[in-house]
Every structure is written in C-alpha cells, then in structure tokens.
C-alpha cells in the first residue's frame, strides 16, 4: 500500500463491526481516516466517536436523536444529519474511498447500492444486502468501478483462500459454522430457550440480531446465499460444517481434491484488517493463533431438522427471485419478536415458513421489485404475529 490516507465511511459504526473498525482506524493513523460515521439511534456513543476522530460528516438515522447529537456536537466543524436518506447520500460522497457496510439487516442494502453507483469500494459485512439483491448488485457491479472485499470471517475466509488461484478450479466452498450456543440441545429442549440463552454465544462477540441469527443458524443460510453471489459459486457446491472452535474460517475444495483454509482467533480485527488493507496485509501487535491451545479441532454435520431456518435459506435460493427477499424479511420479523419477547424461539422458522409459503414471489427482479417485495414479506409477518403472539 502506499502513503496515501484511505478515507473510510463506516455505515453502522456504533455497532459492533463499525466500533471495531475504528479500532483499525486507530491503530493505523497513517493509512486510514474515519471520514463518515453513521448509526441507528446511539446517538452518545457517536457523538464520542465524532469527537475522537473528526469526521466529515456524520448521521443518524433516528429523527428523535438527531436533535441530541446536534447539540452535542455543536462547537465542532462537522456536517451532521439524520434519516435513511442522508445515510445513503453520506456513503457516495466524493472524498470517501472505502465504505464499511456494517448496518444489520435490510438497512444497509439502499446505502450500499449508492455507494456502488458512485465506484466506492465496499468492505461488505451487511451480509443481508446480498441476500436479498445479489443479483440486482450483481448487476450494478458490471457497470461500475466499485468492488467488493467481504468483512464476514468465513467469506474473508474464502476470498484468502482464492487469492491466487482459478476460481474455475474451485468446485467446492466448505463454510464453517460455530453451532451456536444451541449445538447439543434437542429439538424439544429448544422450545423453551430464553432470549439471554440465545444470546450467549460460546466464541464471538456480536449484535443481538446477528446473536439471534447464529443460534438459529439462519446467519449460515444467509452466509451460503451471500457466498453464492460473491464467488459465482452453485448453492449445491457450498457445504456447510459445524466446526464449535471456530477457527477454521472457511475452506475450499480445488478440483485436484486439496482443500485450502484459512485459520484465526475468533476476533473481527482480523477480517476487518484484511478488508481495509487489501491487497496488502496490516502487521499488527495483536495476539495471534497458538494452535496448541486448541488440542482438538472438530467438524460435524450441521442438523437441519433441528434448525430448519438454515434448509429454509437454501429453498429460497433454490426458488430464486424475490424469495430470499422473502425469507429475510419474515426472519427481521421473526428474531425482533423473539428478542421483545413476543414468541418463542421455535416459533421463528414457523413465522418465516408461514410467510416463504404466501407472499408472491418475482422472478428477475428489478431493485423496485424487491423493496416492494420487502414490504409485502414485513406486512404478511405482522399479521402472523398478531395472530399468534
């Protein structure tokens, strides 16, 4: 990498991704500048994170906060504004390079569509974006400048392992999975599983959505859609291993039968770093991987009876179209409800099933097609949910 300062917009930067990002920023003051900041409603924390880096601009999407963070930040030379728009508007400004799309669910697809207009390079870890646009993104891409370097650890994972290889000579991606923390239970012990269970994930420190998700094991059956469309890969040829350490990334299986992988602490700096830095890779002091500490390194079948949502993810990009559109919506719906309280965690791939099963579904649809198709899915889950709440 040379001597010129990246100028990073963190979509999402009070979240987990986006407060470990700037701890990159942070620890490389000489290549990197946190130029857009953006959360949800945290509007204190980003207001400590606009004094301590001096961005451009910063914005909150919550109306209700804007006034908050306004003030706070009132005797300093930033731009500040709210809404989904300005959102959107911040991720293609001129002076940005690089866009971390670390926003949760559906909320990051419309910023990242404008930043690709605009040529941004995207360090994606809005694994829903792709899930429910990867062929409209797709699409985008041809005709732009823009590309796309994944932050997920397991697609990191994989992007490694590619480097330097004929992806053509890929026949098979191996994605690994942590189990959850729901790995031994059976199916009947889950019917009663409280929110802070699902919330205590054994290896990685996450948000609730994307918590919620890895003990319902959807966030694999979004990741081996996202997967699909970020290597050009058949969802056939995409294998999904329980692997409880978690420190084996991602793996790929060569057509001469040699599988690369690419191993780790369970710590995002290390995805993140390799994202923001690429095609350079960042030294840093940071602790690294002492294998002996490990002894055993295990890997198993992942069971879909017990977690349906994940064979669910596969049906959707199976049918194509709007459905994965379809799936991710129910499944917002779905893990909200959860977490307020409002249904049980076994009744989430019932409300997603529910909803797959009766919203139309397009077939080549156009960006339009799928924010009509998102509302439609969020409608249809509200009325299950008020019938069975």
């Known amino acids: 990498m040379d001597n010129i300062i990246k100028n990073i917009a963190i979509l999402g930067s009070t979240g987990s991704i986006g407060t470990q990002t700037l701890d990159i920023i942070e620890e490389y003051p000489d290549k990197f500048r ?6 949800k409603a945290n509007w204190q924390l980003l207001a400590k994170q606009a004094r301590k880096f001096l961005p451009k601009r910063i914005v909150i999407a919550d109306p209700s906060a804007y006034r908050f963070l306004k003030e706070a930040l009132s005797d300093l030379d930033v731009e500040v504004a709210c809404g989904q728009e300005a ?43 792709l899930v429910v646009a990867g062929e409209v ?118 057509n001469d039968g040699s599988i690369k992988a690419q191993l780790g602490i369970p710590d995002m700096h290390l995805p993140i770093r390799y994202a923001l830095g690429y095609p350079e890779r960042l030294a840093t002091d940071r602790p690294g991987l002492t294998l002996a500490q490990y002894g055993n390194l295990t890997f198993e079948a992942p069971d879909y009876q017990k977690f349906p949502l994940l064979s669910y993810a596969f049906d959707a990009i199976k049918a194509g179209g709007t459905m994965p559109c379809i799936l991710n919506a129910a499944n917002e719906k779905g893990v909200a409800a ?25 077939s080549n649809p156009t960006l339009e097609d799928l924010i009509a198709t998102n509302s439609d899915a969020l409608a249809r889950s509200d009325e299950w949910l008020s019938r069975n709440s």
Not at 34 to 39: D, F, G
Not at 154 to 182: M, N, Y
Request: aromatic share 6%; hydrophobic share 45%; net charge negative.
């Open 34 to 39: 946190a130029t857009v900041l953006t959360a």
């Open 87 to 129: 959102i959107a508007e911040a991720a293609a400004i001129p002076e940005v390079d690089t866009v971390v799309t670390a926003m949760v669910g559906y909320s990051g697809l419309i910023p990242t569509v404008e930043a690709i207009k605009a040529g941004k390079t995207i360090a994606l870890a809005n694994k829903e974006t």
């Open 137 to 254: 993104i797709y699409d985008m891409l041809k005709h732009s400048s823009s590309e796309i370097i994944p932050v997920d650890s397991e697609h990191s994972a994989i992007f490694q392992c590619l480097v330097g290889e004929k992806t053509s000579q890929a026949r098979k991606i191996l994605l690994t999975a942590s189990g959850g923390p729901f790995r031994k239970l059976t199916a009947s012990q889950l019917e009663n599983v409280t929110v802070a269970d699902a919330l205590n994930h054994p290896n990685w420190d996450m948000g609730a959505k994307v918590t919620i998700d890895s003990a319902s094991m959807m966030n694999k059956g979004f990741e081996m859609i996202e997967a699909h469309w970020l290597f050009g890969c058949p969802a056939e040829n995409i294998e999904i291993v329980v692997h409880p350490q978690s420190i084996v990334h991602s793996m790929v299986e060569f």
């Open 338 to 362: 959860f977490l307020a309280g409002r249904i049980r965690f076994t009744d989430m791939p019932r409300l997603v099933r529910h909803v797959m099963d009766n919203t139309p579904s397009i």
